[in-house]
Protein backbone atom coordinates (compact mmCIF):
# COMPACT_ATOMS: atom_id res chain seq x y z
CA UNK A 1 0.00 0.00 0.00
CA UNK A 2 1.35 2.94 -0.90
CA UNK A 3 0.62 6.62 1.16
CA UNK A 4 -0.51 9.71 -0.95
CA UNK A 5 -2.72 10.03 -3.99
CA UNK A 6 -2.34 7.51 -7.26
CA UNK A 7 -0.17 8.90 -10.45
CA UNK A 8 -1.59 11.21 -12.57
CA UNK A 9 -0.77 13.74 -15.36
CA UNK A 10 2.02 16.32 -14.35
CA UNK A 11 0.27 19.33 -16.72
CA UNK A 12 -1.11 22.29 -14.54
CA UNK A 13 -3.75 22.29 -12.69
CA UNK A 14 -5.51 24.91 -15.02
CA UNK A 15 -5.05 22.78 -18.44
CA UNK A 16 -6.84 19.79 -16.71
CA UNK A 17 -9.29 21.98 -15.29
CA UNK A 18 -10.18 23.12 -18.66
CA UNK A 19 -10.21 19.55 -20.02
CA UNK A 20 -12.23 18.51 -17.69
CA UNK A 21 -14.50 21.49 -18.19
CA UNK A 22 -14.84 20.45 -21.75
CA UNK A 23 -15.12 16.98 -21.20
CA UNK A 24 -12.76 15.70 -24.05
CA UNK A 25 -13.34 12.14 -23.21
CA UNK A 26 -10.00 11.14 -25.55
CA UNK A 27 -8.15 12.92 -22.78
CA UNK A 28 -9.15 11.29 -20.41
CA UNK A 29 -9.47 7.53 -22.27
CA UNK A 30 -5.58 8.10 -22.46
CA UNK A 31 -5.37 8.65 -18.70
CA UNK A 32 -7.29 5.21 -18.33
CA UNK A 33 -4.76 3.96 -20.46
CA UNK A 34 -1.75 5.23 -19.59
CA UNK A 35 -2.21 4.97 -15.46
CA UNK A 36 -5.05 2.62 -14.81
CA UNK A 37 -8.42 2.45 -13.83
CA UNK A 38 -7.61 4.55 -10.60
CA UNK A 39 -5.59 7.87 -11.30
CA UNK A 40 -5.51 11.26 -10.06
CA UNK A 41 -6.51 15.00 -11.81
CA UNK A 42 -5.85 18.08 -10.51
CA UNK A 43 -8.98 20.21 -10.80
CA UNK A 44 -8.79 22.47 -7.54
CA UNK A 45 -5.85 24.34 -5.98
CA UNK A 46 -6.22 22.46 -2.88
CA UNK A 47 -5.70 18.87 -3.61
CA UNK A 48 -5.87 16.59 -6.38
CA UNK A 49 -9.12 14.81 -7.13
CA UNK A 50 -9.08 10.79 -7.13
CA UNK A 51 -10.88 9.05 -10.69
CA UNK A 52 -12.63 5.87 -10.07
CA UNK A 53 -12.81 3.49 -13.10
CA UNK A 54 -13.00 0.36 -11.27
CA UNK A 55 -16.14 -1.93 -10.29
CA UNK A 56 -14.48 -3.02 -6.39
CA UNK A 57 -13.11 0.17 -5.43
CA UNK A 58 -16.41 1.80 -6.64
CA UNK A 59 -18.34 -0.31 -4.76
CA UNK A 60 -16.47 0.10 -1.53
CA UNK A 61 -16.67 3.89 -1.76
CA UNK A 62 -20.69 4.20 -2.65
CA UNK A 63 -21.16 1.84 0.42
CA UNK A 64 -18.73 3.58 3.04
CA UNK A 65 -20.64 5.16 5.86
CA UNK A 66 -21.21 8.63 6.22
CA UNK A 67 -18.41 9.23 8.53
CA UNK A 68 -15.66 8.06 6.43
CA UNK A 69 -17.25 9.79 2.85
CA UNK A 70 -19.42 12.63 2.41
CA UNK A 71 -21.87 13.34 -0.13
CA UNK A 72 -22.84 16.85 -2.05
CA UNK A 73 -20.80 19.42 0.14
CA UNK A 74 -18.92 19.88 -2.87
CA UNK A 75 -21.78 19.35 -5.76
CA UNK A 76 -21.60 22.04 -8.39
CA UNK A 77 -25.32 21.75 -8.50
CA UNK A 78 -26.11 22.69 -4.68
CA UNK A 79 -26.37 26.15 -5.10
CA UNK A 80 -29.43 25.32 -7.81
CA UNK A 81 -31.10 22.37 -6.16
CA UNK A 82 -30.63 23.62 -2.18
CA UNK A 83 -29.62 21.91 0.70
CA UNK A 84 -32.64 19.80 1.20
CA UNK A 85 -31.93 17.96 -2.24
CA UNK A 86 -31.70 14.47 -2.32
CA UNK A 87 -28.30 15.32 -4.58
CA UNK A 88 -27.08 17.32 -1.93
CA UNK A 89 -27.83 15.30 1.35
CA UNK A 90 -25.96 12.83 3.06
CA UNK A 91 -25.82 9.90 5.78
CA UNK A 92 -29.01 9.83 8.00
CA UNK A 93 -30.34 12.37 6.43
CA UNK A 94 -30.33 11.46 3.05
CA UNK A 95 -31.77 7.62 4.19
CA UNK A 96 -34.80 10.04 5.89
CA UNK A 97 -35.44 11.75 2.61
CA UNK A 98 -34.80 9.13 0.56
CA UNK A 99 -37.70 6.83 2.28
CA UNK A 100 -39.72 9.52 2.02
CA UNK A 101 -39.78 10.62 -1.42
CA UNK A 102 -39.96 7.07 -2.29
CA UNK A 103 -43.20 6.72 -2.30
CA UNK A 104 -43.94 9.00 -5.12
CA UNK A 105 -42.21 6.70 -7.55
CA UNK A 106 -44.63 3.57 -6.69
CA UNK A 107 -45.46 1.73 -9.79
CA UNK A 108 -49.38 3.26 -9.13
CA UNK A 109 -47.61 6.59 -9.61
CA UNK A 110 -44.99 5.92 -12.20
CA UNK A 111 -47.81 4.51 -14.56
CA UNK A 112 -49.46 7.86 -14.39
CA UNK A 113 -46.67 9.42 -14.71
CA UNK A 114 -45.06 7.63 -17.75
CA UNK A 115 -49.00 8.22 -19.32
CA UNK A 116 -48.58 11.75 -19.50
CA UNK A 117 -45.31 11.67 -20.63
CA UNK A 118 -46.44 9.75 -23.42
CA UNK A 119 -49.67 12.39 -23.98
CA UNK A 120 -47.00 15.30 -24.18
CA UNK A 121 -44.63 13.66 -26.65
CA UNK A 122 -47.72 12.72 -28.74
CA UNK A 123 -48.61 16.25 -28.74
CA UNK A 124 -45.79 18.28 -29.22
CA UNK A 125 -44.10 16.02 -31.58
CA UNK A 126 -47.27 16.75 -33.96
CA UNK A 127 -45.95 20.36 -33.80
CA UNK A 128 -42.87 19.76 -34.99
CA UNK A 129 -41.29 21.27 -38.62
CA UNK A 130 -41.44 17.68 -40.58
CA UNK A 131 -38.67 17.48 -43.37
CA UNK A 132 -36.67 20.37 -41.73
CA UNK A 133 -33.33 20.34 -39.75
CA UNK A 134 -34.11 21.03 -35.95
CA UNK A 135 -32.45 20.77 -32.93
CA UNK A 136 -33.16 17.92 -30.74
CA UNK A 137 -32.49 18.70 -27.46
CA UNK A 138 -33.94 22.08 -27.14
CA UNK A 139 -37.46 20.01 -28.01
CA UNK A 140 -36.83 17.18 -25.33
CA UNK A 141 -36.23 20.41 -23.12
CA UNK A 142 -39.60 21.75 -23.40
CA UNK A 143 -41.18 18.50 -24.11
CA UNK A 144 -39.79 16.98 -20.62
CA UNK A 145 -40.13 20.22 -18.71
CA UNK A 146 -43.65 20.07 -19.47
CA UNK A 147 -44.16 16.70 -18.74
CA UNK A 148 -42.76 16.67 -15.51
CA UNK A 149 -44.04 20.02 -14.64
CA UNK A 150 -47.45 18.43 -14.55
CA UNK A 151 -46.06 15.10 -12.76
CA UNK A 152 -44.87 17.60 -9.80
CA UNK A 153 -47.87 19.79 -9.53
CA UNK A 154 -51.24 17.92 -11.20
CA UNK A 155 -53.23 18.83 -14.07
CA UNK A 156 -55.14 21.03 -12.48
CA UNK A 157 -52.52 23.31 -11.98
CA UNK A 158 -50.92 23.08 -15.60
CA UNK A 159 -51.00 26.73 -15.84
CA UNK A 160 -48.80 27.72 -12.85
CA UNK A 161 -46.79 24.86 -13.54
CA UNK A 162 -45.84 26.33 -16.73
CA UNK A 163 -44.47 29.50 -14.70
CA UNK A 164 -42.36 27.63 -12.76
CA UNK A 165 -40.78 25.89 -15.43
CA UNK A 166 -40.10 29.01 -17.19
CA UNK A 167 -38.47 30.42 -13.89
CA UNK A 168 -36.07 27.08 -13.87
CA UNK A 169 -34.50 28.06 -16.91
CA UNK A 170 -32.88 31.23 -15.86
CA UNK A 171 -31.48 28.92 -13.14
CA UNK A 172 -30.02 26.54 -15.52
CA UNK A 173 -28.84 29.10 -18.15
CA UNK A 174 -26.17 30.11 -15.29
CA UNK A 175 -26.07 26.54 -14.55
CA UNK A 176 -24.80 25.93 -18.35
CA UNK A 177 -22.62 28.98 -18.64
CA UNK A 178 -18.86 27.65 -19.03
CA UNK A 179 -17.65 30.62 -16.39
CA UNK A 180 -19.30 29.29 -13.63
CA UNK A 181 -19.12 25.77 -14.74
CA UNK A 182 -15.39 26.84 -13.88
CA UNK A 183 -16.49 28.73 -10.36
CA UNK A 184 -18.07 25.65 -9.67
CA UNK A 185 -15.84 22.73 -10.05
CA UNK A 186 -12.31 24.72 -9.77
CA UNK A 187 -13.54 26.74 -6.55
CA UNK A 188 -16.06 26.41 -4.17
CA UNK A 189 -19.91 26.00 -4.65
CA UNK A 190 -20.43 26.77 -1.37
CA UNK A 191 -19.14 30.45 -1.41
CA UNK A 192 -21.04 32.96 -0.53
CA UNK A 193 -21.02 35.09 -3.60
CA UNK A 194 -22.14 31.76 -5.66
CA UNK A 195 -24.76 31.86 -3.06
CA UNK A 196 -25.83 35.20 -3.54
CA UNK A 197 -25.42 34.93 -7.57
CA UNK A 198 -27.67 31.28 -7.48
CA UNK A 199 -30.13 33.25 -5.07
CA UNK A 200 -30.88 35.72 -7.55
CA UNK A 201 -31.53 33.99 -10.53
CA UNK A 202 -34.00 31.47 -8.62
CA UNK A 203 -35.81 33.88 -6.40
CA UNK A 204 -38.90 33.98 -8.45
CA UNK A 205 -38.76 30.25 -9.11
CA UNK A 206 -38.87 29.63 -5.53
CA UNK A 207 -41.06 32.46 -4.90
CA UNK A 208 -43.49 30.56 -7.44
CA UNK A 209 -43.40 27.05 -5.94
CA UNK A 210 -43.81 28.51 -2.60
CA UNK A 211 -47.08 29.80 -3.53
CA UNK A 212 -48.17 26.73 -5.46
CA UNK A 213 -47.35 24.59 -2.53
CA UNK A 214 -49.47 26.56 -0.24
CA UNK A 215 -52.42 26.15 -2.92
CA UNK A 216 -51.89 22.57 -2.76
CA UNK A 217 -52.47 22.64 1.16
CA UNK A 218 -55.11 24.84 0.71
CA UNK A 219 -56.99 22.75 -1.71
CA UNK A 220 -60.65 22.29 0.04
CA UNK A 221 -60.38 18.53 -2.01
CA UNK A 222 -57.14 16.80 0.07
CA UNK A 223 -54.37 15.84 -0.98
CA UNK A 224 -55.29 11.97 -0.08
CA UNK A 225 -55.73 9.94 -3.75
CA UNK A 226 -53.24 12.48 -5.66
CA UNK A 227 -50.35 11.23 -7.97
CA UNK A 228 -48.87 14.07 -8.86
CA UNK A 229 -44.83 14.19 -6.90
CA UNK A 230 -45.44 17.48 -4.65
CA UNK A 231 -48.91 16.00 -2.71
CA UNK A 232 -47.14 12.56 -2.43
CA UNK A 233 -44.24 14.49 -0.67
CA UNK A 234 -46.21 16.98 1.65
CA UNK A 235 -48.49 14.27 2.64
CA UNK A 236 -45.04 12.08 3.13
CA UNK A 237 -44.16 11.26 6.77
CA UNK A 238 -40.89 9.78 8.46
CA UNK A 239 -40.98 7.06 10.90
CA UNK A 240 -41.43 9.59 13.92
CA UNK A 241 -44.74 11.25 12.06
CA UNK A 242 -42.63 13.82 10.90
CA UNK A 243 -42.88 15.84 7.35
CA UNK A 244 -41.11 17.77 4.89
CA UNK A 245 -40.72 21.30 6.19
CA UNK A 246 -41.37 23.75 3.13
CA UNK A 247 -38.24 25.05 2.43
CA UNK A 248 -37.42 20.88 2.18
CA UNK A 249 -40.38 20.47 -0.57
CA UNK A 250 -38.75 23.44 -2.31
CA UNK A 251 -35.56 21.92 -2.52
CA UNK A 252 -36.99 19.09 -3.92
CA UNK A 253 -39.41 20.58 -6.27
CA UNK A 254 -36.30 22.79 -7.60
CA UNK A 255 -34.59 19.07 -7.96
CA UNK A 256 -37.27 17.74 -9.98
CA UNK A 257 -37.85 20.69 -11.72
CA UNK A 258 -34.11 21.32 -12.58
CA UNK A 259 -32.02 18.20 -12.84
CA UNK A 260 -34.59 16.18 -13.43
CA UNK A 261 -35.75 17.35 -17.28
CA UNK A 262 -32.72 18.33 -17.88
CA UNK A 263 -30.80 14.67 -17.37
CA UNK A 264 -33.68 12.61 -19.58
CA UNK A 265 -33.95 15.36 -22.22
CA UNK A 266 -30.21 15.11 -22.47
CA UNK A 267 -30.37 11.09 -22.87
CA UNK A 268 -33.24 11.05 -25.49
CA UNK A 269 -31.58 13.95 -27.51
CA UNK A 270 -28.09 11.57 -27.42
CA UNK A 271 -30.60 8.41 -28.21
CA UNK A 272 -31.57 10.37 -31.17
CA UNK A 273 -28.17 10.84 -32.58
CA UNK A 274 -27.82 7.67 -32.32
CA UNK A 275 -30.44 6.31 -34.58
CA UNK A 276 -30.39 8.93 -36.76
CA UNK A 277 -26.93 6.75 -37.84
CA UNK A 278 -28.26 3.41 -36.92
CA UNK A 279 -31.23 3.19 -39.19
CA UNK A 280 -31.42 -0.47 -39.51
CA UNK A 281 -32.27 -0.70 -35.69
CA UNK A 282 -34.27 2.61 -35.87
CA UNK A 283 -36.49 0.76 -38.30
CA UNK A 284 -36.45 -2.07 -35.69
CA UNK A 285 -38.02 -0.29 -32.79
CA UNK A 286 -40.31 1.61 -35.30
CA UNK A 287 -41.72 -1.75 -36.09
CA UNK A 288 -42.13 -2.16 -32.82
CA UNK A 289 -43.59 1.45 -31.56
CA UNK A 290 -46.98 0.40 -30.95
CA UNK A 291 -46.36 -2.96 -29.43
CA UNK A 292 -45.58 -1.94 -25.92
CA UNK A 293 -45.16 -6.00 -25.04
CA UNK A 294 -43.53 -7.45 -27.69
CA UNK A 295 -40.76 -4.73 -28.15
CA UNK A 296 -40.13 -3.49 -24.42
CA UNK A 297 -36.93 -5.47 -23.88
CA UNK A 298 -35.35 -4.16 -27.90
CA UNK A 299 -36.23 -0.50 -26.36
CA UNK A 300 -35.22 -1.06 -22.97
CA UNK A 301 -31.86 -2.77 -24.56
CA UNK A 302 -31.13 0.38 -26.66
CA UNK A 303 -31.67 2.56 -23.88
CA UNK A 304 -29.26 0.92 -21.41
CA UNK A 305 -26.69 0.78 -24.31
CA UNK A 306 -26.93 4.50 -24.85
CA UNK A 307 -26.83 5.79 -21.41
CA UNK A 308 -23.53 3.21 -21.33
CA UNK A 309 -21.55 4.83 -23.75
CA UNK A 310 -22.93 8.37 -23.38
CA UNK A 311 -23.85 8.97 -19.67
CA UNK A 312 -25.31 12.01 -19.13
CA UNK A 313 -23.73 12.33 -16.31
CA UNK A 314 -20.24 11.46 -16.55
CA UNK A 315 -18.79 11.85 -13.24
CA UNK A 316 -20.15 11.76 -9.67
CA UNK A 317 -17.95 13.08 -6.36
CA UNK A 318 -17.74 12.41 -2.86
CA UNK A 319 -15.06 13.94 -0.48
CA UNK A 320 -12.98 11.88 1.95
CA UNK A 321 -13.94 12.75 5.65
CA UNK A 322 -10.90 11.12 6.80
CA UNK A 323 -7.26 9.39 6.18
CA UNK A 324 -8.63 6.29 4.13
CA UNK A 325 -7.65 3.89 1.76
CA UNK A 326 -8.60 3.92 -2.02
CA UNK A 327 -7.33 0.78 -3.64
CA UNK A 328 -3.58 0.50 -3.06
CA UNK A 329 -3.52 4.19 -1.44
CA UNK A 330 -4.21 5.75 1.40
CA UNK A 331 -5.83 9.09 0.54
CA UNK A 332 -5.82 12.06 2.75
CA UNK A 333 -8.74 13.66 4.62
CA UNK A 334 -10.78 15.69 2.03
CA UNK A 335 -9.66 14.28 -1.16
CA UNK A 336 -12.58 14.34 -3.59
CA UNK A 337 -13.09 10.81 -5.12
CA UNK A 338 -14.79 10.91 -8.54
CA UNK A 339 -16.79 7.78 -9.55
CA UNK A 340 -16.43 8.20 -13.24
CA UNK A 341 -19.44 6.82 -15.24
CA UNK A 342 -18.10 7.12 -18.57
CA UNK A 343 -14.54 5.38 -18.43
CA UNK A 344 -16.09 2.70 -15.89
CA UNK A 345 -18.55 2.01 -19.11
CA UNK A 346 -15.30 1.98 -21.35
CA UNK A 347 -13.15 -0.23 -19.32
CA UNK A 348 -12.44 -3.33 -21.10
CA UNK A 349 -12.10 -5.45 -17.93
CA UNK A 350 -15.64 -5.08 -17.30
CA UNK A 351 -17.08 -4.56 -20.77
CA UNK A 352 -16.22 -6.61 -24.41
CA UNK A 353 -15.51 -3.54 -27.34
CA UNK A 354 -16.30 -1.28 -24.88
CA UNK A 355 -16.49 1.42 -27.80
CA UNK A 356 -19.02 -0.15 -29.53
CA UNK A 357 -22.76 0.32 -29.45
CA UNK A 358 -24.12 -3.14 -29.37
CA UNK A 359 -27.62 -3.54 -27.55
CA UNK A 360 -26.70 -7.67 -27.97
CA UNK A 361 -24.52 -7.31 -24.71
CA UNK A 362 -27.87 -6.82 -22.99
CA UNK A 363 -28.90 -10.05 -23.57
CA UNK A 364 -27.13 -12.04 -21.22
CA UNK A 365 -26.85 -8.79 -18.19
CA UNK A 366 -29.14 -6.48 -16.46
CA UNK A 367 -28.29 -3.20 -15.66
CA UNK A 368 -27.40 -2.19 -11.94
CA UNK A 369 -24.14 -2.90 -9.83
CA UNK A 370 -21.70 -1.18 -10.35
CA UNK A 371 -20.30 -1.62 -13.93
CA UNK A 372 -23.19 0.54 -15.46
CA UNK A 373 -23.34 3.37 -13.50
CA UNK A 374 -25.29 6.63 -15.34
CA UNK A 375 -27.82 7.13 -12.47
CA UNK A 376 -24.82 6.99 -9.88
CA UNK A 377 -24.04 3.85 -7.63
CA UNK A 378 -25.30 2.02 -4.01
CA UNK A 379 -27.78 4.32 -1.74
CA UNK A 380 -27.51 7.62 -3.42
CA UNK A 381 -28.55 5.57 -6.72
CA UNK A 382 -30.81 8.10 -8.65
CA UNK A 383 -34.34 7.60 -6.98
CA UNK A 384 -35.85 8.15 -10.23
CA UNK A 385 -34.05 6.17 -12.26
CA UNK A 386 -36.69 3.55 -13.18
CA UNK A 387 -38.95 6.72 -13.98
CA UNK A 388 -36.42 8.28 -16.44
CA UNK A 389 -36.18 4.95 -18.26
CA UNK A 390 -39.82 4.48 -18.48
CA UNK A 391 -39.92 7.99 -19.77
CA UNK A 392 -37.33 8.08 -22.36
CA UNK A 393 -39.00 4.57 -23.87
CA UNK A 394 -42.40 6.82 -24.34
CA UNK A 395 -41.01 9.37 -25.65
CA UNK A 396 -39.10 7.37 -28.38
CA UNK A 397 -42.16 5.40 -28.96
CA UNK A 398 -44.54 8.27 -29.69
CA UNK A 399 -41.53 9.88 -31.84
CA UNK A 400 -40.76 6.68 -34.14
CA UNK A 401 -44.70 6.22 -34.81
CA UNK A 402 -44.96 9.85 -36.30
CA UNK A 403 -41.32 9.96 -37.91
CA UNK A 404 -38.24 8.33 -39.14
CA UNK A 405 -34.85 10.43 -37.69
CA UNK A 406 -32.42 11.20 -40.51
CA UNK A 407 -29.12 12.11 -39.40
CA UNK A 408 -27.70 15.67 -40.59
CA UNK A 409 -23.67 15.71 -40.20
CA UNK A 410 -21.85 13.11 -38.57
CA UNK A 411 -22.42 11.58 -34.87
CA UNK A 412 -22.46 14.65 -32.38
CA UNK A 413 -19.46 15.13 -30.10
CA UNK A 414 -20.11 16.11 -26.58
CA UNK A 415 -19.62 19.05 -24.07
CA UNK A 416 -19.74 19.65 -20.57
CA UNK A 417 -22.43 22.20 -19.00
CA UNK A 418 -21.30 21.85 -15.51
CA UNK A 419 -22.33 18.23 -14.47
CA UNK A 420 -24.35 17.14 -17.94
CA UNK A 421 -22.58 15.85 -21.10
CA UNK A 422 -24.60 17.24 -23.71
CA UNK A 423 -24.44 16.88 -27.33
CA UNK A 424 -22.08 19.84 -28.65
CA UNK A 425 -24.43 21.06 -31.28
CA UNK A 426 -27.52 20.30 -29.27
CA UNK A 427 -28.45 17.48 -31.53
CA UNK A 428 -29.14 19.00 -35.24
CA UNK A 429 -31.30 15.96 -37.47
CA UNK A 430 -34.00 15.91 -39.63
CA UNK A 431 -37.87 14.55 -38.25
CA UNK A 432 -39.41 13.06 -41.46
CA UNK A 433 -43.16 12.15 -41.34
CA UNK A 434 -44.06 8.84 -42.28
Same mark, same amino acid.
Given at each position: MSAGYPPGPATPAAYQVLKWIQGDEQYMLNLMKT???????????????????? =???????????????? =???????????????????GGETHVRARRMIGGAFRAQHLDSHVEITRRVAAEQSERWSADQQVRSRPLMLKLFGTAISEMLWGFDHAEEAERIFAASEEGLKLAADPAFGILMIAGDPNAPAVKRVMATRTASLHSEIRRLIVMLKRDPRGLEGRKDFMSTLICARDKDGVGFTEDELVDHAMTLTAAGHETSSTATSWLFDILAHRPELQELLADGADDKVGSSELYKATIYETLRVRPVVPATLVVAKQEMQVGDWMVQKNAGLLTHAFLTHMNPEHWTNPSEFDIGRWESRKPGGYDWVPFGAGPHRCVGSQLAVMQIEAVTREVLLRYRIEAVGPPEGGTTKLVTRCPANDGPLRFVRR
Open positions: YGPVFSIKLASKQPAVVLAD =TDIIREIALAPADVVQ =TGVNLPLRPLVGPASLLSL
